[in-house]
Structures are given as structure tokens and as C-alpha cells.
């Protein structure tokens, strides 16, 4: 199964895709949690907590700046940019804060 | 004054905006309000029942050869002054409205609108025009590209985790900016006497205003009216109005 969870800020899609993820872990599924926002909270409502969420962020964000190298494939990215979360929720980042003003 | 709020998608900046508008315009200021968010929100919070307020195709030419600055302008002998006379909506109160990120017509829209935009409100003698702007949700850079006009961003904070956390990013990216405009909070739905605090020690911004929590802005939205035209004596309302006089009263915001 492959979800993909849209809507408008403050509509709960953050909320709703880490109940979901932890709903589908408890039932013993594998999951990945992927945050692709550009504001990336999902590791604050998967209930990893601020500095583990914050930590992914920056690695994503150490790629652009190349201090990390890309990953190759899924795995290598799941397993690098990943951290493991409650319920079995396996949690990665693939978005980053993008800085201000861009030329 | 020509202020901008930025703050988490759904933290309430289009509704605080668009009161923001109507009650400066009320205090007898000229107000020019806009939405450059792609997702436009401002226009039913100021009264208007239409978010079209785009900027006409034909108003925007690609900058000529030989010439130099961005790569689109306004048409040769328009000027932002004129723009906004032509194009920009009235809605209550005298507000004129605008809304950027969407041009009427064919092309590939966006970068066209972006650089007219950006040109009309540099284009704007700023002794005659207030300028409020609504920002998309979010750190995004783009928030910050498009609002250059901006000497004080005002960040709309919710006193919970993700509300925080995404305040704490927006500051941060704020102060990086190479004009770093002055970035004042701004605590929403507040509920408990510990909000505005919780939001002072997670963002360390100067709280400029407390918004209450109020039944009478989520009506509003569910009747699709402005805030201020539903409810003018709510609890919200009036606090936004002790918003404008605070920052009204300091005239280089």
C-alpha cells in the first residue's frame, strides 16, 4: 500500500498520516513514513519527539550544503536518512527548509 | 506601515490579516492588502466574495533587449500606482486588494506574476499606501522572496508543538535574510494564561499581540464572512484592533 495524504495547512494532514502509519505498524505492517513537506513536522505527531525530527531535518538540509552524500536507493535512503519511530514506524525526511532568497 | 504575516498553514494569518486590513483602513489609513499566497485565503477574510484579483496577462512584459533588472516588468508606462488603480479589487472599508501567485491568462503564470508584483509594491510611494500582507503557510523560502516590501513580518503562532516549532524555523530563516526585516509574534487561539509565555520561550520573539480563541472566527469561515463583518465585538476582533493601535502607534513598522 502507498498513501500520499494532501490537503490545506492546518487541515490535520500531518495528524492523520502519523495515526495512520502508527495504525497500519501496530497491525504489523512495515512502514515508512515519509515527510515530503517543506515544513516537516511528521516526526513531532509520529511522537519522536522535537530533537530526533530536528536532527533528520538537518541531515536532509547538510545534503544541499554537500557535507552528506545522496543516497543511491531507497534502501540506502530509508536506512540514512531514517530514524525508527514508535509501533515499528520507520520515519524519513526527503524535504528541507529551503533558504530565503534565492538570487 | 507595510506589514506581512507568515506563520504555519491553518495558524489563522489569513483571518488576522484580513481584519488587520479593514480595521487600519477604518483608522483612516490608505491600505492596499495582499494575498500572495497560490492558496488564497485573505480575500474572504477582508469581505470580498471573490479571490480574483489577479493581474491581467497583458499587463506584464518581458523586459525588452539591452535592457536590464528581472526578466518580466510591467508593460512600458504603467506604473505600480496606475496597477493598482486598474487591477487591484475594493473591498470594505476602502481596502484595495491584490492578489499575487495567479495572473489571468495562458502562460505559465507564476515567475510573470512574482516580478510584476514584487515591481508594484517597490513601485508604491510608501507615504501614500499601507501594505498588508498574507503569506503562503510555512518556512518556505518562497514567503520570504515575496515579501521584500515587508519591514516587520508578523508571525502568527498557535501555543502548540508544531505551531511552535514551525515559528522557531520562520524566525530563524528571518534573521538570515541579508534585510532582515524586524519579526514580531503574533499568539492565536489563545486559551490558557501560559499561551502567550509558551510561545515567548519558543520562538524569543516579542509578542505583539494575543489573539483569543473564539467560536465567532470558526463561524465566520463555516458562513464564508469576514471576521470583522460577522462578529465586530468579539473577543478576536478587538484584540486585533489593540494589534493595530500598538502598531500603528510606531510609524517605522
Redesign the interface.
Given at each position: 500500500m502507498k498513501v500520499a495524504v494532501v490537503g490545506k495547512g492546518g487541515s490535520g494532514k500531518t495528524t492523520t498520516s502519523a495515526i495512520v502509519a502508527r495504525t497500519l505498524g501496530r497491525r504489523g505492517l512495515g512502514v515508512v513514513a515519509l515527510d515530503c513537506d517543506t515544513n516537516p513536522n511528521l516526526g513531532i505527531s509520529l511522537g519522536i519527539g522535537e530533537v530526533e525530527t530536528d536532527r533528520l531535518v538537518s541531515m536532509r538540509e547538510n545534503l544541499d550544503e554537500g557535507a552528506e552524500q545522496h543516497a543511491p536507493g531507497w534502501n540506502d535512503l530509508i536506512s540514512r536518512f531514517g530514524t525508527d519511530g514508535p509501533d515499528g514506524v520507520r520515519l524519513a525526511v526527503v524535504t528541507r527548509i529551503e533558504n530565503p532568497e534565492p538570487g | 506601515m507595510r506589514v506581512a504575516f507568515v506563520g504555519?498553514?491553518?495558524?489563522g494569518k489569513s483571518a488576522i490579516a484580513g481584519t488587520f486590513a479593514r480595521l487600519l483602513a477604518r483608522s483612516g489609513r490608505p491600505v492596499l492588502a495582499l494575498d500572495s499566497d497560490p492558496?488564497p485565503g485573505l480575500a474572504f477574510s477582508l469581505g470580498l466574495r471573490t479571490s480574483d484579483a489577479a493581474i491581467p496577462e497583458d499587463a506584464v512584459e518581458e523586459r525588452a533587449q539591452g535592457e536590464t533588472g528581472p526578466r518580466y516588468r510591467l508593460r512600458a508606462g504603467l506604473s505600480g500606482a496606475e496597477a493598482v488603480d486598474r487591477y487591484a479589487r475594493e473591498a470594505p472599508d476602502g481596502v484595495r486588494f491584490l492578489q499575487f501567485g495567479k495572473l489571468r491568462g495562458q502562460e505559465p503564470a507564476m515567475m510573470r506574476s512574482q516580478m510584476a508584483f514584487r515591481q508594484i509594491v517597490q513601485d508604491l510611494p510608501e507615504d501614500r499606501w499601507d501594505v498588508v500582507g498574507d503569506l503562503p503557510?510555512?518556512?518556505?523560502?518562497?514567503?520570504?522572496?515575496w515579501a521584500p516590501y515587508a519591514r516587520t513580518l508578523l508571525l502568527v503562532v498557535e501555543p502548540m508543538?508544531?505551531s511552535l516549532?514551525?515559528g522557531r524555523?520562520i524566525a530563524r530563516?528571518?534573521a538570515?535574510?541579508?534585510s532582515a526585516p524586524a519579526v514580531l509574534a503574533v499568539v492565536n487561539r489563545v486559551r490558557e494564561p501560559g499561551d502567550v509565555e509558551r510561545v515567548k520561550q519558543a520562538t524569543g520573539l516579542e509578542v505583539v499581540g494575543a489573539v483569543p480563541w473564539d467560536e465567532e472566527l470558526a463561524e465566520a469561515e463555516r458562513r464564508t464572512l469576514a471576521p470583522i463583518d460577522h462578529a465586530p465585538a468579539s473577543p478576536a476582533v478587538r484584540a486585533i484592533e489593540s494589534l493595530v493601535h500598538e502598531l500603528a502607534g510606531e510609524s517605522h513598522r
Open positions: - | 504555519k498553514g491553518g495558524a492558496m503557510g510555512g518556512p518556505r523560502q518562497a514567503a520570504f522572496g508543538t508544531k516549532l514551525t524555523r530563516l528571518a538570515g535574510m541579508k
